[in-house]
């Protein structure tokens, strides 16, 4: 397994070993030792989700606050999909600042993102399932979030305005100063 810290301090990228032959593949794609010694933190997974989403669905930017913050490490079974991770944690440096990255079935990057994270993905194939482990369960009294096209943040969503779909619940998220961090 390859681990890269991106720009944003304690979120990475996580290439697992893959293993080919004439039959296919076989990868590990999650061990919990060897990730929490790769990323030098005690992450302990205590929920996974799984969404389907078509071509242009932006399911952005969702975070949880106080003692039910979660930790995420994301993947995507089929498809592909631009996976961002914004900074929300106030005393931060990199406040505000995102990355983005290209995650796909064919390429088996996985993201690890840390508590203090904003999180979202846009579907960029026809179809795409994202799977996801979370180190902390879903509170609804928690939930925050950020509208995904905040000019403070500038996410290139890789996506035609006119493909984007974005539910009901997302389109009326405040932007990043008025969210509730």
């Known amino acids: ?23 296919g593949y076989f990868m590990e794609s999650f061990n919990k030792e060897r990730f929490n010694a790769a990323i030098g933190a005690s992450i302990n997974f205590v929920q996974d989700n799984q969404s389907f989403s ?8 969702h975070y949880q606050i106080g003692e039910h913050a979660q930790a ?16 929300i944690r106030k005393d931060s440096p990199s406040f505000g600042e995102h990355v983005a990255i290209e995650l796909s079935a064919e390429n088996r990057k996985q993201l690890f ?13 026809d179809t795409a399932e994202f799977f996801y ?41 405040p932007t990043l100063d008025k969210a509730r961090l």
């Not at 482990?133 to 009294?141: I, L, P, T, V």
């Open 1 to 23: 397994m390859t681990v890269t810290e991106t720009k944003l301090k304690g979120c990475f990228i996580i290439e697992p070993s893959v293993f080919e032959d004439e039959r």
């Open 113 to 125: 993102i840390p508590r203090g994270f904003a999180h979202g993905f846009v579907a960029l194939s």
């Open 72 to 87: 995420k490490l994301v993947r995507v079974l089929s498809g592909t999909v631009l996976d961002v991770a914004v900074d």
């Open 133 to 173: 482990k979370c180190d902390n369960y879903y509170s609804k009294e928690a939930e925050g979030g950020i509208i995904y096209n905040d000019a403070s943040i500038n996410i290139d969503w890789k996506v035609p305005i006119n493909e984007v779909l974005v539910s009901e619940k997302d389109v009326i998220l």
């Open 54 to 61: 078509s071509r242009g669905v932006i399911r952005a930017l």
